[in-house]
């Protein structure tokens, strides 16, 4: 299973970015795909996942802000961020959850700087 990340790089604060998310391989039933984020010197975060039911789940920091959703005949998930700050800076891993496992993708960077 691969999972390939994209759409990451450097926005001003209060700007815009999609990330997207895309697994293939041998993929058996997925229970959900998602974002994580790593700052530095910080623990690996959740940010927002997608079940394959259409249900969201989001951290309180990015609630009202960012927007999870996902196409499960393409087994691709899109983060909508927006009215991004400096504090979400970070690398954002993709993950997916399925019965044969846990995936993760290489991660994006993210900067949110002026």
């Known amino acids: 299973v691969q999972l390939q990340a994209s759409g990451g790089g450097l926005v001003q604060p209060g700007g815009s970015l999609r990330l997207s998310c895309a697994a293939s391989g041998s993929i058996s039933s997925i229970y959900a795909m998602g974002w994580y984020r790593q700052a530095p010197g910080k623990e690996r975060e959740l940010v927002a996942i997608f079940t394959s039911g259409g249900s969201t789940k989001y951290a309180d920091s990015v609630k009202g802000r960012f927007a999870i959703s996902g196409d499960n005949a393409k087994n691709t998930v899109y983060l909508q961020m927006n009215s991004l700050k400096p504090e979400d800076t970070a690398v954002y891993y993709c993950?997916?959850?399925?019965?044969?496992?846990?995936?993760w993708g290489k991660g994006t960077q993210v900067t949110v700087s002026s």
């Open positions: 993950n997916l959850n399925a019965v044969s496992g846990k995936y």
